[in-house]
C-alpha cells in the first residue's frame, strides 16, 4: 500500500506541472475559441529571459518583473501584427497563425539567449519528505510547485468573476456581438495574451527549475493537450483536475501495466486516454457542452 501511494503521490505532483501549462491554453481558448499552438514556445520563451536575466546579475524579483513586462510587450506585438487581422475569421485561421507564432518567438527566444541547458535556482527546496515512517517518498519540490498552482487556479477563478472576466467570455461566445455592445475586442485579447504570458512564466520557472531550462521543454505543449481534453477546453479547474487523472494515470499505468508491454505506456498513456475521453464525452469533464442549431 506505501508504495502505491508513493506512485500515486508522485503522479499527482507531475500532474500539477502538466496543469500549469495547461492554463495557458484555456485562458487564450476562452479568449478567441481557437487552440493556442503558441502556449509551449511561449513558456520557453519566459523562462529564456527569466534565466538570461539572471545570469545576467539582475536580482531575481526584478527578473520577475522584467520578463513578465517583456511577456506583456509580446501580447501587443501579437495583437496588433497578427490577432487585429484575423477579426472574425475561422477558427482553423487563428490556429494557423498560432503556430506561426510558436516558430517564430520559439527561434527568436534562442537566438537571443542560446539554446543551451540553463539550470535555474528560485531557491525551493529539493530535499525528500519522508511519510508513514518512511514508506513513502516525496520530493519537496513537487509540494512547492503543488501550492504554486494552486494558488494560481485561485487567482485565475477570481479573474473570472470580474468585469474583465465576464467580458472575455462574451468575445469567445460571439466576436461580433461583443463589438456590438461596445467590449474592446483588441483590449481584451491584449490582457488574455499577457496573462497568459504571466501563467507561462510560471510554468517556465518551475519546469526550468525541475528539468534546466532547455528548448525540449516546447513539447510540453503536447502533454497539455490531453489534460485539456480531460478537463474541457473552456474550464480553468478543469486544467487542474485533467492534469492530476494524467499525472497518476500514467504513473500508475507505467508501474503497473507498464511491463505487460515492456516498458514505455507513460510515453503514449495519456493520448490513449484522451482519445477515450473523446468517444465518450468530448467536450472534457468541466467543458461546456455546444449545441448548434440549424
Known amino acids: 500500500m506505501a508504495f502505491f501511494l508513493e506512485v500515486l503521490i508522485g503522479g499527482l505532483m507531475a500532474g500539477v506541472m502538466y496543469s500549469l501549462v495547461a492554463l495557458g491554453f484555456v485562458l487564450i481558448f476562452k479568449a478567441s475559441g481557437v487552440f493556442n499552438f503558441a502556449q509551449g514556445a511561449m513558456v520557453l520563451f519566459a523562462g529564456l529571459f527569466f534565466v538570461g536575466f539572471m545570469q545576467k546579475g539582475v536580482p531575481m524579483w526584478l527578473s520577475v518583473i522584467l520578463t513578465l513586462a517583456v511577456m506583456a510587450l509580446l501580447a501587443v506585438v501579437i495583437e496588433r501584427v497578427v490577432l487585429r487581422h484575423l477579426v472574425n475569421q475561422e477558427g482553423i485561421i487563428l490556429f494557423m497563425a498560432t503556430i506561426g507564432v510558436s516558430f517564430f518567438i520559439d527561434g527568436f527566444g534562442q537566438s537571443i539567449w542560446g539554446s543551451g541547458v540553463s539550470q535555474i535556482d528560485i531557491g525551493i527546496p529539493t530535499d525528500p519528505i519522508f511519510l508513514m515512517n518512511g514508506d513513502i ?10 501550492l504554486v498552482a494552486g494558488t494560481l487556479l485561485a487567482g485565475l477563478v477570481v479573474f473570472q468573476k470580474t468585469r474583465i472576466g465576464r467580458a472575455l467570455r462574451a468575445v469567445a461566445d460571439d466576436h461580433q456581438a461583443a463589438q456590438s455592445v461596445g467590449i474592446p475586442l ?8 499577457a496573462i497568459a504570458g504571466m501563467v507561462a512564466l510560471v510554468a517556465g520557472v518551475m519546469w526550468g527549475s525541475k528539468l534546466g531550462m532547455q528548448p525540449a521543454i516546447v513539447g510540453l505543449a503536447l502533454k497539455a493537450l490531453p489534460v485539456l481534453i480531460l478537463g474541457g477546453f473552456t474550464s480553468v479547474p478543469g486544467a487542474i483536475i485533467g492534469g492530476l487523472i494524467i499525472g497518476a494515470g500514467e504513473k500508475l499505468a507505467e508501474v503497473y501495466v507498464g ?7 507513460e510515453n503514449w498513456f495519456a493520448y490513449v486516454l484522451a482519445l477515450g475521453f473523446l468517444l465518450i464525452r468530448p467536450q472534457g469533464l468541466f467543458g461546456e457542452k455546444i449545441i448548434e442549431r440549424v
Not at 137 to 146: E, G, P, R, Y
Not at 186 to 193: D, Q
Not at 259 to 265: E, V, Y
Request: glycine share 12%.
Open 137 to 146: 517518498l516525496i520530493q519537496s519540490f513537487d509540494l512547492w510547485a503543488a
Open 259 to 265: 511491463p505487460a508491454f515492456g516498458g514505455g505506456i
Open 186 to 193: 483588441n483590449v481584451i485579447w491584449i490582457i488574455v495574451w
